[in-house]
């Protein structure tokens, strides 16, 4: 069994900053990659962030020069820094990582989601 699990959301206000932190546990051999997706009311889920194993980042092009993701290998947990934030924004963030929990198979696991919600 893996586990996700979330921490970090809430209310601020426009221009706010927020960081988001996932703590991956449980039967896990290696990690591949952890990111973080969005979804917000009649929305599709959509991804904002990932980071591999080995450093490199991808981004949603809404969030460039105002999100950045990082990771502690050592602990398993990835980290969402959001700064300027916009009511766009708002959303249910879930926590994603592609994991082997055996060296031969992987999947993908999920957090259950933390609200981040801006708003004046």
């Known amino acids: 069994q893996v586990q996700l699990v979330e921490s970090g959301g809430g209310l601020v206000q426009p221009g706010g900053s927020l960081r988001l932190s996932c703590a991956a546990s449980?039967?896990?051999?290696?990690?591949?990659?952890m990111g973080w997706y969005r979804q917000a009311p009649v929305k599709q889920r959509e991804l904002v962030a990932a980071?591999?194993?080995?450093?490199?980042?991808n981004y949603a092009d809404s969030v460039k020069g105002r999100f950045t993701i990082s990771r502690d290998n050592a602990k398993n947990t990835v980290y969402l820094q959001m700064n300027s934030l916009k009511p766009e924004d708002t959303a249910v963030y879930y926590c994603?990582?592609?994991?082997?929990?055996?060296?031969?198979?992987?999947?993908?696991?999920w957090g259950q989601g933390t609200q981040v919600t801006v708003s004046s």
């Open positions: 994603n990582a592609r994991l082997y929990s055996d060296p031969n198979e992987w999947d993908d696991y």
């Open positions: 980071i591999t194993s080995g450093g490199s980042t």
């Open positions: 449980g039967s896990i051999f290696s990690i591949v990659a």
